[in-house]
């Protein structure tokens, strides 16, 4: 009797420690037979599988190209939200996984259970990531999107079903995440959970350049614009009791992503009502709404630093986008770079290899990621279609066109 006690004491004491040790194998799905050793970095984006979420996971070459490499499972469960007809682009947002260079850690969130994941990442094989702690609740329903501070200290995310709205966390790389005080804030939108949309639904989340504003934006219904929801930040980490609603410029409707302009207390904000917008936030005099003629769903963007201009993907047209905006807030179209048809282009992200930009583009229509050398402005060349279906079906990992989302990158220091 004494032996059958201790011998079950001892399997509750192993399983204990194994709940706060880094992920096992049976977690991580491999998709090589070896992972490279000399990459340059790793993108990131997530299945949003509502029987299981998990981290994709592809190395970085040098040459800016991908290699797949590993599926890493959440401990959460994805989701989709309500449309009809269903199809790609399943949380209505941009954002819904991040990494942080600084902070060397990577977190998504689990729409479905309603949580965030946090994982480490090993800095010298990027595509080697251990979850920290387990997934902590998002504090609301639907979370669609994350944002980290400058120095990957603070994590918030944006909620958007029936309790919408955002809420913070103090980033512990031991423990994991631990909800900030005077953070959760609410939106006030009328939603459900799953989040119905997109018009209507909450989009993005992300810090202003001097990290002391928190932004989310909101779609509207047409006629009815959307808003960006502003929030101030405090030393502490504490937001702002309310945000101030910052309406788009005349002309915008529906402000989806929002990418910082540089120097500027000023954001590029697509818009898939029009093409996109220029929001500045100082007076609101150098405010545009932009038209991008027969363009579809504009609805992500990223900023190259080599290049000095944004580039936009429309899901309906399978087109990027070049943008420049001067130093006055005055934007103009560079060029188009048409991408497979139907390969419906979602979340993107740019990363700098070998001092050259590279835009990572997540294609699920067509199951790919669609790579661009950024060579120049007015120079996108298209260098690589990485296969997703054929490596993660052979690997045991389950991927959808309309759950596949999220494209966030991390670069080797």
């Known amino acids: 009797m004494q032996l059958a006690i201790a011998l079950i004491a001892s399997m509750l004491a192993a399983a204990n420690l194994a709940s706060a040790v880094p992920l096992k194998r049976h977690d991580t799905k491999m998709m090589t037979s070896a992972t490279k050793g000399n990459a340059a970095g790793a993108v990131y984006f997530i299945t949003n599988e509502a029987d299981e979420n998990r981290i994709i996971a592809a190395s970085i070459n040098s040459d800016g190209t991908l290699t797949l490499d590993r599926a890493v499972a959440t401990r959460g469960i994805g989701s989709h939200g309500l449309t009809d007809p269903l199809g790609p682009d399943a949380l209505f947002s941009q954002g819904a996984i991040k990494a942080s260079a600084k902070g060397q850690v990577l977190a998504t969130v689990n729409a479905g259970s309603n949580t965030v994941s946090l994982f480490s990442i090993d800095p010298n094989s990027p595509t080697n990531i251990n979850r920290i702690g387990e997934p902590v609740s998002s504090q609301g329903e639907f979370p669609m999107s994350l944002a980290f501070n400058s120095d990957g200290s603070r994590l918030c995310v944006l909620n958007g079903g029936t309790t919408n709205g955002v809420n913070c966390y103090a980033v512990d790389k031991n423990a994991g995440l631990k909800a900030?005080?005077?953070?959760?804030?609410?939106?006030?939108?009328?939603?459900?959970?799953?989040?119905?949309?997109?018009?209507?639904?909450?989009?993005?989340?992300?810090?202003?350049?001097?990290?002391?504003?928190?932004?989310?934006?909101?779609?509207?219904?047409?006629?009815?614009?959307?808003?960006?929801?502003?929030?101030?930040?405090?030393?502490?980490?504490?937001?702002?009791?309310?945000?101030?609603?910052?309406?788009?410029?005349?002309?915008?409707?529906?402000?989806?992503?929002?990418?910082?302009?540089?120097?500027?207390?000023?954001?590029?904000?697509?818009?898939?009502?029009?093409?996109?917008?220029?929001?500045?936030?100082?007076?609101?005099?150098?405010?545009?709404?932009?038209?991008?003629?027969g363009q579809n769903a504009t609805c992500w963007s990223s900023f190259s630093q080599k290049t000095g201009n944004f580039y936009l993907t429309d899901i309906g047209t399978a087109i990027v986008t070049e943008v420049n905006v001067d130093d006055n807030l005055k934007a103009s179209i560079v060029k188009q770079y048409p991408q497979t048809a139907g390969a419906a282009t979602i979340d993107n992200d740019i990363a700098t290899v070998n001092g050259k930009d590279f835009m990572y583009v997540l294609a699920p229509g067509a199951q790919t990621i669609e790579v661009l050398s950024l060579d120049a402005p007015g120079d996108a060349k298209h260098v690589q279609s990485l296969d997703l279906a054929g490596p993660t079906k052979a690997a045991g990992v389950i991927i959808s066109t309309n759950n596949l989302q999220g494209m966030t990158s991390f670069i080797r220091q």
């Open 180 to 293: 900030l005080p005077n953070t959760l804030r609410s939106l006030g939108l009328n939603q459900t959970t799953p989040a119905s949309g997109p018009p209507g639904s909450a989009s993005h989340l992300v810090f202003s350049e001097d990290g002391k504003q928190l932004m989310a934006s909101v779609k509207g219904v047409p006629p009815t614009p959307g808003i960006i929801a502003v929030w101030d930040v405090a030393d502490d980490g504490s937001l702002s009791a309310d945000f101030n609603a910052v309406s788009p410029p005349s002309g915008g409707l529906l402000p989806f992503s929002m990418t910082v302009i540089p120097g500027k207390n000023a954001v590029l904000t697509t818009d898939p009502g029009v093409g996109f917008d220029v929001v500045d936030f100082t007076s609101g005099n150098a405010s545009s709404a932009v038209k991008i003629d």
